[in-house]
């Protein structure tokens, strides 16, 4: 149930993050860097408030390592449909070779 709950934290809060890294890039184009920066810090703080307590509580029966290679995962599994249909990008060869590679890493880190 722990990892469960670490896992749809970890969902969540990267939905933010990807909109705070990336979802800004076309809307704040023409702005300031600042106010760009300040509109993904209001952002991030929603992100932290799920990736915190969901890496404490994944801290609790995952190792630092499998936690981190965990994250990573979600990370480009969030950011590939964010990639596909917000940013428009076109889906290539690269995503499942890249896609195996992050596999591969979830394998080994939880392997034995």
Request: aromatic letters at 16%; charged letters at 10%.
């Amino acid at each position: 149930m722990k990892v469960l709950l670490t896992v749809l934290g970890l969902i969540c809060s990267n939905t933010f993050m990807t909109f705070a890294w990336y979802g800004l890039l076309g809307p704040m184009k023409n702005k300031a860097w600042i106010l760009a920066v300040l509109a993904s810090w209001g952002i991030a703080f929603f992100e932290y408030m799920l990736m915190v307590p969901a890496n404490r509580l994944g801290s609790t029966v995952l190792s630092l390592p499998q936690l981190k290679i965990m994250q990573e995962a979600i990370s480009l599994s969030v950011f590939v449909p964010f990639a596909i249909f917000v940013a428009k990008e076109h889906l290539g060869w690269n995503y499942l070779w890249a896609g195996l590679c992050i596999t591969g890493a979830v394998y080994f880190i939880f392997k034995g």
